[in-house]
């Protein structure tokens, strides 16, 4: 199973910004896929997440009304599109899957993780 982050980079605050995540190696269709993110000196925390087979997304209360994520069965890709970028969300921003069709938002729930793309928004 591999996950691979795309996408980071500088950003003025206010701002926009969309980052990929390519899956391979699983049945997309039966897992959550999802955004976690990790700021220096801070825990990693949940940022978004929604099923591979489709439907509504999740999203933390921080991000709610800014951030959008989506999903392609057809190509095993997920989507965060960033807007309204604070220097707040600057972070290394990471994708995750877990087995299964129940959404969880904490890390020890995902088996798999990308590498990390850095986003920084500067003010």
């Known amino acids: 199973v591999q996950l691979q982050a795309s996408g980071g980079g500088l950003v003025q605050a206010g701002g926009s910004l969309s980052l990929s995540c390519v899956a391979s190696?699983?049945?997309?269709?039966?897992?959550?896929m999802a955004w976690f993110r990790q700021a220096p000196g801070r825990q990693r925390e949940f940022v978004g997440a929604?099923?591979?087979?489709?439907?509504?997304?999740y999203y933390a209360d921080s991000v709610k009304g800014r951030f959008t994520l989506s999903g392609d069965s057809v190509e095993n890709m997920v989507y965060l599109r960033m807007n309204g970028l604070r220097p707040e969300d600057t972070a290394v921003y990471y994708c995750?899957?877990?087995?299964?069709?129940?959404?969880?938002?904490?890390?020890?729930?995902?088996?798999?993780w990308g590498q990390g793309t850095l986003v920084t928004v500067s003010s």
């Open positions: 995750a899957a877990r087995r299964g069709l129940v959404i969880h938002y904490i890390t020890s729930s995902y088996n798999y």
């Open positions: 190696g699983l049945p997309f269709s039966s897992y959550v």
């Open positions: 929604i099923r591979g087979s489709g439907g509504n997304a």
